[in-house]
C-alpha cells in the first residue's frame, strides 16, 4: 500500500510513494494514480517462487523492468533469464509469467499500454 498520496485539486499528476523494501507480492497502484492508459505493477517475488500467474492481453503490450534480482520470465513456453537492468517487451498475445531465482527475489516493474493510447501526439505550445 502506498505511503503516501498527493493528488492535486486540479488533476494534473498524482504522487504515491511506496516502501519498495515492504511490498507484497503485486501492488497495482493504476487507480491510485488515476491512470488512464497506461497499466502498471510493482512485482515482489520472494526466492523460487512464481509462475502463479500466467496471463495474456488481448491488446495491451507489456514491459518487464528488473530492478533488482535474478530470475526468469516465462514467455509462450520459451524461459528467458532475466537480472536486474533488463527490460523485457512482451507482446499483448504471448502468455507470460514471471520466477524469481533460488538464491534471490526478484523485484520488477511491469508497464502496459494499448497502442490506441499512443495514437495522438501532443504538439507542445510555442
Not at 510513494?17 to 497495482?28: I, V, Y
Not at 500467474?53 to 530492478?67: C, R
Not at 520466477?99 to 511491469?110: D, E, G, P, Y
Amino acid at each position: 500500500m502506498p505511503m503516501n498520496k498527493d493528488d492535486t485539486s486540479s488533476n494534473v499528476f498524482t504522487k504515491l510513494h511506496f516502501d519498495f523494501d515492504n511490498l507484497p507480492q503485486l501492488s497495482s497502484p493504476r487507480q491510485q494514480l488515476n491512470l488512464h492508459a497506461v497499466g502498471i505493477g510493482l512485482i515482489q517475488l520472494p526466492d523460487d517462487e512464481g509462475y502463479t500467474f500466467t496471463h495474456s492481453h488481448a491488446e495491451q503490450e507489456e514491459v518487464y523492468i528488473v530492478v533488482s534480482g535474478q530470475g526468469e520470465i516465462l514467455i509462450d513456453g520459451e524461459l528467458v533469464q532475466i537480472e536486474r537492468g533488463d527490460l523485457v517487451r512482451v507482446s499483448p498475445q504471448a502468455r507470460r509469467a514471471l520466477k524469481a531465482a533460488k538464491q534471490t527475489a526478484l523485484f520488477v516493474i511491469c508497464v502496459g499500454g494499448v497502442h490506441q493510447a499512443f495514437r495522438k501526439i501532443l504538439i507542445p505550445a510555442t
